[in-house]
């Protein structure tokens, strides 16, 4: 039988794959990507390019000008509207996401609608570029066995039927809500598996002249014969139409294509022409797995969470994953970091799936007060009398625009974006509270906090501005210090005889950055001989907000710390041989 080797095979080759297959070649680690599907999606999925999962594509190397040109234009995708149907009445709308130059105050790269199957080229793109990563689809992931030194996978090549085996290091099942890798560990989920079933409807339409006026990224139609939601990827050509449906009573392959494109045209409301390109259903949980690690195979993207889509959250929270994970293997392949580093994964991430699944349920639960409001139920001509009866009343139309006013949270989500925070793991609490918005869903309070991603901060180095995250290492730690932090960088100094002596970078105020603008000294919460310990995937590790009495053992301690290594272990790397890998 052949065999491949590899550092780490990764199961899927959906966009959270694919960002850890990037992710590991900058690392110099080499992947492997097996997917069962015959290339990427050609179908509208997820559209939401949240701002931290594009400061991670930022951090991969992506071409960032290629990402902005796929989106949504801005001033297409920015509202949501709560309509009777899509030609009809305006009953609301609301502001989509925070994706206007302003928000350049606390991230260089704002909020993008990139729907899934125009983003997963590009990162195959990308992936492709690179050396140590490759990239096999018709590949079908059949099972596992694992030792004290690697992995062995078997994987079955759907174009032929041959079977082929698969020696790795380490695994990430990257395959999906479904996953068989998941399953096949025997994990489980927790949280409801069946929230609603829904039909989708991939359309192929030009309807600008019929939105005129009033573009948008998403429009709930409220007409009860075709309660749904249509998603505008690209007015001009590409839509998808969301009803529910009911399994219990209808049959998905009932649902033919006259079926759908009578449903569409309802929900439409006027005469307009529509190509029919895809079909499928799917069913709405909001589950976490109780495990994201067995042994050297760890869960990412869908097979450890899947939210409903209210918020955006799914992909997001998925490519958010792999920069959290694809460090600490790296630190444990060439930095002799303990395998125990590997644990704080979950123990990091999983409470931020826990937060994102909740959110995105409550999004879905609050909008049933629009329906509440209008007086929709499942008795389809009962529900249009009510809510035409609720409409021409002053006091229930008011009512129901409460009620969408109320959704404000689910289309305005900064707060978690690029507020969330660990508070155990890799990282040294310094005793402070998590800083406290308002509203946490929508508002962001920058911090440096250990355990927060590091501010964002226009600065200058090297003769350009540029943001402060460009300038954290992705293959070491960034010891950031104020203008008088000369001690620090000698304590910096001071390790260059442990094997960690090259794996820690120095930026100091004045030297190798420039705040001319005073941004990062507004964000940065430490005084002129404070001091940052930034992690590769820019989130902060450890921080001093003034000299401490020993800067030396300060920092030792909080590299020790943040490989989950002890006091004694880092002082015996002093006179240690150095490892190759």
Known sequence: MKRAEVDVLVVGAGPVGLMASLLLARRGMRSLVVERRDGPHRAPQAHVINPRTLEICRMAGMDMDALRAAATPREDGSRVRFMTTLAGEELGSLEYERQGDENLEYTPTPLLNLPQHLFEPILLGNVHAEALARVEYHRQWQALEQDDEGVTSLIENLEDGTTHEVRSRYVLAADGAGSRVRKSLGIEMDGPAEIQSFQMVHLRAALRDLVGDRPAIIYWILEPSATGTFVAHDIDGTWVFMRPYDPSTESAENLDEEACAAVVRRAIGAHADFEIRDIGTWTMTAQVAQRYRVGRVFLVGDSAHRFPPAGGMGMNTGIQDAPNLVWKLAAVDS????????????????????????????????????????????????????????????????????????????????????????????????????????????????????????PHAWVRAEGRRVSLLDLIAYDAFTLITGSDGDAWRAAADGLAATRLGSHVRC???????????????????????????????????????????????????????????????????????????
């Not at 940052?532 to 030792?556: C, F, G, K, N, T």
Request: hydrophobic share 35%; charged share 25%; proline share 7%.
């Open 507 to 581: 930026l100091t105020s004045g030297r190798e950055l420039e705040d001319p603008e005073g941004h990062w000294a507004a964000v940065s919460g430490i005084a002129n001989d404070g001091a940052l310990l930034v992690r590769p995937d820019q989130h902060v590790a450890w921080r001093s907000r003034s000299m401490a009495a020993d800067p030396a053992a300060e920092l030792e301690c909080a590299i020790a710390h943040g490989l989950m290594r002890t006091h004694r272990a880092l002082s015996h790397d002093r006179h240690a041989p150095r490892a190759g890998r």
């Open 335 to 454: 930095w002799n970091a303990p395998p125990t580093l590997l644990d704080t994964y979950q123990a990091e991430r999983q409470p931020i799936a826990h937060s994102n699944s909740e959110q995105s349920l409550t999004n879905v639960v609050n909008l049933l007060e629009v329906f509440e409001a209008l007086g929709l139920d499942a008795d389809e001509e009962a529900s249009k009398v009510r809510m035409t009866d609720r409409l021409a009343d002053p006091e229930s139309r008011a009512r129901v625009e409460t009620a969408i006013e109320n959704q404000r949270d689910h289309f305005d989500m900064l707060g978690l974006q690029l507020g969330f925070h660990y508070e155990t793991g890799a990282l040294t609490p310094d005793g402070t509270p998590a800083p406290v918005a308002i509203n946490p869903v929508g508002d962001f309070v920058p911090s440096s906090r250990p355990g927060s991603r590091v």
